[in-house]
């Protein structure tokens, strides 16, 4: 007997030595990032990316900042957050809910103003432009200027042109700066103030025009870790995000530098 296990162990020993050694199955969640919906491409390439370096691809998040943070507070699983204002990620750092530190700007972006592709026309956006009347009868939307960034910018860059009390009437509030995206793409608005990235990745609208620099707040995207999730997958992704892979990225799809 022990001469014939002897000879089956020769047998096989050299398929044996050649095998790879057996895969250890991981039960870790893979990570989570929760991310603002003006982010929706950009964050996919960078999940792409991260993913093309031999880790596990993330699972995304997209939603309204105001909704992603309180998700976070509330204690919703996620290893990254990346707002799309710096008061969003303010409220998360008062609750205590991000690694102190780990918080970054990743990237800044324009305000435009929108309309539909199949209604083209231009607006000069300067202090006395008419946003009432270059909508008419109609209504225009942006994101919810009391909770949701792109609506507080441009709430902010109205008041500046002198076109808010005006215009605030005749403003469809929508939950998130995409929701304001889809109602114009669908013709539900005759016009939109969203971001410029949104508008680069629709091909139903056209930008009227551009909002000066200076007639809101610096529009930036802070970036943090989840201290319930800060794992070293966390570090990581964070650390490809924000440097040179992920910040040519994010370049690519058309945001600018914080």
Not at 66 to 82: D, K, S
Not at 92 to 121: F, K, M
Not at 222 to 234: F, I, K, R, S, T
């Amino acid at each position: 007997m022990i001469a014939r296990l002897l000879a089956l162990l020769l047998l096989f020993a050299p398929a044996l030595a050649g095998a790879a050694p057996p895969r250890v199955l991981s039960g870790a969640a893979p990570l989570r990032v929760l991310a603002a919906s003006s982010l929706t491409e950009a964050m996919t390439a960078v999940a792409d990316g991260w993913a093309a370096t031999g880790h596990p691809r993330p699972d995304l998040v997209f939603a309204g900042s105001p909704a992603l943070a309180r998700q976070i507070i509330a204690g919703a699983p996620a290893g990254v957050f990346v707002a799309a204002d710096s008061a969003w990620m303010d409220a998360a750092e008062t609750a205590r809910v991000l690694v102190p530190g780990s918080r970054r700007d990743i990237a800044g972006n324009r305000l435009v103003l929108i309309v539909p592709a199949t209604r083209p026309r231009r607006a000069v956006l300067a202090p006395g432009f008419d946003l009432a009347a270059f909508v008419g009868r109609g209504h225009w939307t942006t994101g919810n200027p009391d909770s949701v960034p792109a609506g507080r910018y441009a709430r902010a860059a109205l008041v500046r042109l002198g076109a808010w009390d005006a215009a605030a009437p005749r403003l469809a509030r929508a939950e998130n700066v995409r929701a304001a995206l889809a109602f114009v793409e669908r013709g539900a608005a005759a016009a939109g103030v969203v971001y410029a990235t949104d508008a680069r990745a629709s091909r139903r609208v056209v930008v009227a025009g551009v909002f000066p620099a200076g007639s809101h707040p610096p529009i930036v995207y802070p970036a943090a870790l989840v201290a319930a999730g800060a794992d070293a997958e966390a570090r990581g992704f964070l650390a490809f995000l924000s440097g040179p892979r992920g910040q040519a990225i994010l370049r690519s799809q058309g945001f600018t530098p914080p």
